[in-house]
């Protein structure tokens, strides 16, 4: 079983910029995705993006360009660094752990452990 815990997000004017962090314990010897989703209001939960154990990474197109997915090499922490922030981007954000070969998929049937979230608001 995989723990995580997130930090950052917060309130930011558009345009602006915010970094989103997770740590994760427990079984993380194993291969896994470590993959970003979001919530907004009466919405759906979204995938976002995601970093494989192999070191490839998937983006949803809404946030393509804009936002940088990475993981450590140990593959205990990984990050969003998200740019150029527009009010659509305001959301719940949770990093999560998938299987290993998964993160090209935005379901989140496949989730394995979810962290606690973090609030993001563009205004």
């Known amino acids: 079983h995989v723990q995580l815990v997130e930090s950052g997000g917060g309130s930011v004017q558009a345009g602006g910029s915010l970094r989103l962090s997770c740590v994760a314990s427990g079984d993380t010897h194993m291969r896994y995705c470590l993959a970003w989703f979001r919530q907004a209001p009466g919405k759906e939960r979204e995938g976002i993006a995601g970093v494989d154990s192999d070191g490839s990474i998937s983006y949803a197109d809404s946030v393509k360009g804009r936002f940088t997915a990475s993981r450590d090499n140990a593959g205990y922490k990984f990050s969003l660094e998200m740019n150029s922030l527009k009010p659509d981007d305001t959301a719940m954000y949770y990093c999560?752990?998938?299987?290993?070969?998964?993160?090209?998929?935005?379901?989140?049937?496949?989730?394995?452990?979810w962290g606690q979230g973090t609030q993001v608001t563009v205004s």
């Open positions: 999560s752990v998938k299987p290993y070969g998964s993160c090209s998929s935005t379901s989140t049937t496949s989730v394995i452990s």
